[in-house]
């Protein structure tokens, strides 16, 4: 199968070189060729959301708690300023 | 070698009797931490002083009558599991200066027990192999022969426990991340069923699979570790709210009419002939001891690990899409804009294997792809658990290899697929939910240990233990320790 | 070629819960940036959500309000995107089982009454506000609004013209506040609206290319986009041109939007289900609980305020299009007013004020107004004084008839107190007296400005009108 990797890395926000565009290429259909193996079984009567659930209904009350001190959250910042994280602007 | 050689039981027992102190006893590890492991590597993080003030401070405890099994034990923590104040990095470079202001719930329980951590514990990127390879700081070397991987993802929590570089580990599986390494090193180690121990604080893979769990010595340490680390948790909407028995308490007892199933898939070609054959004798030992043994087929094996490695993918690639240089951890310095910032910092701070993982999982959830792939995993997943579920009608266990090979060398499983094919014993029990142990079963030929498992239903822990524990005390397995070598 | 518009909206409403949706810091509106954080709403490695049970209790009843179904087995799912105000780069939202579907809500369009279809109602969690800077090229995250409990609502394409657009709205915010889902204020971002608009040839039943309109802050910046995009949509068909399908950016200042950007690679969600969250399970009980809590509602109340209380159509929809206005009045009504009259003074001087001083809210106690009322009827002030009243009531909080002693508004209605006064007046006036008698009501004026000259302006006009016209017998 042909997978679009320049479509899924952009997506990932993963740069993928040129040059090993191909490379990926492969990889990725050689494991999904290895995944379509489950095509072998009969799926047709399973609802998807017959899941795991063994738990429902987890809440938590209404209460509203002490938040975290600004600057224990922003210790680990890459860039912060007055207390705002500071991002780049998206480049047109 | 000193009081290090002790398992958990035993240490605890000296330290309530005070022949020796918590002090003492952590001084022990971090000087045989100073002199193994520059060969090991187990060690990302080790944190002396710390280590030192809660060895001091559980010394007051038990001056002041207090008792208990981790009280003064000291732990080594996988480092994707949160420390306050202690870098966790998840052996990525995405995470190389990340300190969490708060504590993983089950550090708070190992804290209130009065456990003393000594260090951070290497293991795969995020959590991703089966070898320890793809950590972005160092490779951790099997302690029984150090050109041999220790397993991954929890081969440095493997290692230390197998050399004796902390009393007990804690490590995190998601599709046999601590039974692999457990059996390649020759430890004990347990998946609990999901739910069990909160995964709150421990840095997601795939959430749906994860789980924490001990690597210890011996079983009975095995038992006493969970016995504190479970529990429910109001903070993991996921986390199970039943009774925690004491697990120690299960071992000993006499496992006469037990039923244990030995499913047929797993010892199919492929399987190394000397594991075949340790599963085998546990057979005989098994029945030795009164219980019956049968073969029986789990058809849907194979599947697993195939459903494993698109649930897995997918979920991981949505749950480290937030490392994004925004908020903590690497950043790229060299950008222009927003978007480019993004993917600089993210083909910068992941390796491969968590890149090659993320695009799996992008894919397999992407428009036009999403009911081909992960959907149908869910759905195969729903089948396996029936699969199971029917075994454990007739049986109480299910008795497997851990492995289908012992450890192999360093580079030998450059090919993606190859790495994937030696989960093939374990994800099962990840994709459904079901606690299983790796307990050691001697050395192959080669010296490399083997491990075997036991599977169970879910909350069944008390059942694994105790037959693990008649196992473990009719072979004398956990006794095995390999030779170190003295680093520089 | 006459067209016709075809409107949806998506209005997302912010839920007046104390805390956030997954973890227990509060949701109060502008506190300093940061300061409302926890590892949990700013997507620290390890943490994990757990639901806030009001959200979901205020999901249903907002779901009932507007007569949709109630789901019996809900989830939640992760929609995955990048951008620095989502710290964990997936909005944690519901894709296929929303709480609510299927509901509708009536307004009165053009004299009839109409309904518009609610497709679904469904519980998401708010992503952070960025300030940008430009000049630097950097942009400032503050994540305190991460993680506030939103709803979002969502309607068919029923909408025909801006106007039933507003009514919508209006009715949307009533509801909301009356219930107390949310508090509704624009202003402060919690309640916002995307507006889905596409026209076609009138009588054709395909639909034509829909754009979406983001960044409308006000009910009458919906009129203004839904208006112009309309247009500009008529212009384009009518010159033979395609719409361009695209998310377009309303600039209210300006009076136009304009087209986004599109992104490199369109938005693909990779919607799945929430694998830290377990499913939401409502029982019959728990719907019926909450239906029974719902208060009374606009439609209600209105249809109530015409048949008990005698107010007609107009007062009472103005009366009940908010739920402050309608607390207040009933009060008003309690400390004994007539209803018709304190809805005219709500909806005159009262309203009027509140618009010219920007205020939400009446700033005086309903027992203030209901007192005022009351000293018009006993005759101690007139309308105008009353007038003059409530203005100062605006500006301070006072017992009306201490305002109106120090304002010297208090006029004699006693007769046996101004009528020696007017005998006076006639006594001192014959010629306008001749006048009035000869029918020229011109002087009754006159005379009656002398007497209030008389009594400095105390006295109550209809009494002096009353006692000049018994002397003169006329």
């Known amino acids: 199968m042909n997978i679009d990797v320049k479509h899924i890395a952009a997506l990932a926000k993963l740069k993928i070189d040129q040059s090993e565009e191909e490379k990926w290429s492969e990889q990725m259909a050689n494991i999904i060729a290895f995944a379509d193996r489950l095509n072998e079984l009969n799926l047709q009567e399973i609802q998807e959301t017959e899941q795991h659930y063994t738990v429902f209904n987890v809440f938590r009350d209404d209460e509203k708690g002490p938040s975290y001190p600004r600057e224990k959250i922003l210790a680990n910042a890459p860039e912060k300023e007055d207390g705002y994280y500071v991002v780049p602007k998206i480049v047109e | 070698m000193g009081i290090e050689k002790y398992t958990v039981k035993e240490l605890s027992e000296k330290l309530q009797n005070k022949e020796i102190s918590s002090v003492e006893v952590t001084r022990a590890f971090l000087d045989r931490i100073k002199k193994y492991d520059p060969i090991i590597n187990s060690y990302i993080t080790?944190?002396?002083?710390?280590?030192?003030?809660?060895a001091e401070e559980a010394d007051r405890r038990i001056a002041e009558g207090e008792r208990g099994g981790l009280l003064g034990i000291p732990v080594g923590i996988k480092d994707n599991i949160c420390t306050e104040g202690i870098t966790t990095t998840c052996a990525s470079k995405m995470l190389y200066n990340f300190v969490p202001p708060y504590d993983a719930t089950v550090i708070k329980k190992l804290k209130a027990a009065g456990a003393v951590i000594v260090g951070k514990l290497n293991m795969d990127e995020f959590a991703m192999g089966s070898s320890t390879e793809t950590s972005y700081f160092k490779k951790t070397k099997n302690?029984?022969?150090?050109?041999?991987?220790?397993?991954?993802?929890?081969?440095?929590?493997?290692?230390?426990?197998?050399?004796?570089?902390?009393?007990?580990?804690?490590?995190?599986?998601?599709?046999g991340s601590i039974r692999q390494p457990a059996a390649f090193c020759g430890s004990v180690g347990l998946k609990p069923t999901y739910g069990l121990v909160s995964r709150f604080g421990l840095i997601a893979f795939a959430s749906s699979l994860d789980q924490?769990?001990?690597?210890?010595?011996t079983v009975e340490d095995c038992a006493l570790v969970l016995k504190y680390i479970a529990g429910h948790d109001k903070l993991d909407s996921t986390s199970v709210n039943i009774p925690i028995p004491d697990y120690t308490s299960a071992l000993g007892g006499d496992i006469a009419g037990m039923r244990i199933g030995v499913p047929r898939e797993y010892l199919e070609d492929g399987i190394q002939p000397e594991i075949k054959k340790a599963v085998l004798d546990a057979v005989k030992i098994y029945e030795s001891l009164g219980a019956a043994c049968e073969e029986c087929s789990l058809p849907l094996t194979k599947y697993a690990l195939y459903a494993y490695y698109i649930i897995s993918s997918a979920?991981?690639?949505?749950?480290?899409?937030?490392?994004?240089?925004?908020?903590?951890?690497?950043?790229?310095?060299?950008?222009?804009?927003?978007n480019d910032m993004y993917l600089e910092t993210r083909s910068q701070g992941f390796g491969e294997e968590v890149k090659r993982r993320i695009m799996l999982g992008t894919f397999a959830l992407s428009s036009g792809y999403y009911d081909a792939y992960y959907k149908k995993a869910q759905q195969v997943r729903t089948l396996i658990r029936k699969d199971f579920s029917n075994s454990f009608a007739k049986f109480d266990a299910l008795l497997t290899p851990t492995t289908p090979t012992t450890a192999f060398r360093f580079g030998e499983k450059a090919d993606p697929i190859s790495m994937y094919m030696g989960d093939v014993c374990t994800v099962a029990v990840n994709i459904a939910g079901l606690p299983a142990i790796s307990m050691p079963a001697g050395l192959d030929s080669a010296k490399r240990p083997i491990g075997i498992q036991l599977i169970a239903d879910s909350f069944n822990e008390e059942k694994l233990l105790s037959l693990a524990y008649a196992y473990e005390k009719t072979t004398g397995y956990e006794n095995l320790r390999p030779d170190l070598k003295e680093g520089a | 070629m006459a067209y016709e518009t075809v409107i949806g909206l998506e209005i997302h409403a912010e839920l007046s819960t104390k805390s956030k949706i997954y973890c227990n810091c509060s949701t109060e509106f502008g506190a300093e940036p940061n300061t409302q954080t926890c590892p949990v709403c700013t997507g620290m490695p390890g943490v994990l959500p757990v639901l806030n049970k009001q959200v979901v209790d205020f999901?249903?009843?907002?779901?009932l309000a507007m007569n949709c179904q109630i789901t019996r087995f809900g989830k939640q799912d992760r929609k995955n995107y990048f951008y620095p105000d989502l710290p964990k780069a997936y909005q944690t939202s519901q894709y296929d089982l929303p709480i609510c579907q299927n509901g509708y809500l009536e307004i009165e369009s053009n004299g009839t009454t109409k309904r518009i279809g609610i497709t679904r109602i469904?519980?998401?969690?708010?992503?952070?506000?960025?300030?940008?800077?430009?000049?630097?090229?950097?942009?400032?995250?503050?994540?305190?609004?991460?993680?506030?409990?939103?709803?979002?609502?969502?309607?068919?394409?029923?909408?025909?013209s801006a106007e039933e657009a507003k009514a919508f709205l209006e009715k949307v915010k009533a509801i909301l506040e009356y219930t107390g889902v949310s508090d509704c204020k624009m202003q402060e971002g919690s309640l916002r609206c995307d507006i889905n608009l596409s026209v076609r040839p009138f009588g054709q039943k395909e639909f034509g290319i829909r754009t979406e309109m983001k960044n409308i802050n006000s009910f009458s910046a919906v009129v203004r986009a839904i208006e112009h995009e309309s247009q500009r949509q008529i212009e384009l068909l009518s010159e033979g041109k395609e719409v361009v399908q695209a998310t377009r950016r309303w600039d209210d200042s300006k009076g136009r939007s304009v087209e986004l950007r599109s992104k490199e690679e369109a938005h693909d969600y990779r919607y799945f289900p929430e694998p830290d969250l377990v499913p939401i399970v409502i029982s019959d009980e728990w719907i019926e609980r909450i239906k029974n809590s719902l208060p009374e509602l606009p439609d209600a109340k209105r249809k109530r305020y015409i048949s008990e209380l005698g107010l007609p159509e107009y007062d009472a929809a103005f009366i009940t299009a908010s739920k402050g206005m309608a607390d207040y009045f009933e009060k008003v009504v309690e400390c004994g007013a007539p209803p018709k009259i304190a809805s005219n003074w709500i909806m005159g001087d009262i309203?009027?004020?509140?618009?010219?001083?920007?205020?939400?809210?009446?700033?005086?106690?309903?027992?203030?107004?209901?007192?005022?009322?009351?000293?018009?009827?006993?005759?101690?002030?007139?309308?105008?004084?009353?007038?003059?009243?409530?203005?100062?009531?605006?500006?301070?909080e006072k017992d009306p008839e201490i305002i109106a002693k120090e304002k010297k508004l208090i006029q004699v209605s006693d007769e046996s107190a101004l009528l020696p006064i007017v005998k006076q007046i006639l006594d001192e006036n014959p010629k306008a007296v001749e006048e009035i008698r000869a029918g020229k009501d011109k002087a009754m004026g006159f005379l009656m400005g002398q007497a209030m000259r008389a009594t400095k302006g105390s006295a109550n006009p209809q009494v002096i009108s009353k006692l000049i016209k018994d002397l003169l017998s006329v």
Not at chain 2, 150 to 171: C, D, E, I, K, Q
Not at chain 2, 212 to 217: A, E, M, S, V
Not at chain 3, 148 to 153: A, G
Not at chain 3, 361 to 387: D, M, N, V
């Open chain 2, 212 to 217: 924490i769990g001990p690597l210890t010595k």
């Open chain 2, 143 to 175: 302690p029984y022969d150090t050109s041999l991987v220790p397993g991954g993802s929890s081969g440095g929590s493997a290692a230390a426990v197998s050399a004796n570089l902390a009393a007990f580990t804690l490590g995190s599986d998601t599709g």
């Open chain 2, 315 to 338: 979920e991981a690639s949505s749950n480290l899409a937030r490392y994004d240089g925004v908020k903590y951890g690497f950043r790229a310095e060299n950008y222009k804009g927003l």
């Open chain 2, 46 to 54: 080790v944190c002396e002083e710390r280590a030192l003030e809660a």
């Open chain 3, 122 to 160: 469904h519980i998401e969690e708010d992503a952070g506000k960025l300030v940008h800077d430009d000049f630097r090229g950097v942009s400032f995250v503050d994540f305190n609004r991460c993680g506030v409990p939103l709803i979002e609502i969502v309607t068919e394409p029923d909408l025909r």
């Open chain 3, 351 to 396: 309203t009027k004020l509140m618009n010219e001083k920007e205020l939400e809210s009446i700033p005086f106690a309903p027992e203030y107004l209901a007192k005022t009322i009351s000293l018009i009827e006993k005759g101690l002030i007139s309308t105008t004084a009353a007038k003059k009243i409530v203005a100062a009531l605006f500006e301070e």
């Open chain 3, 59 to 63: 999901a249903i009843m907002a779901g």
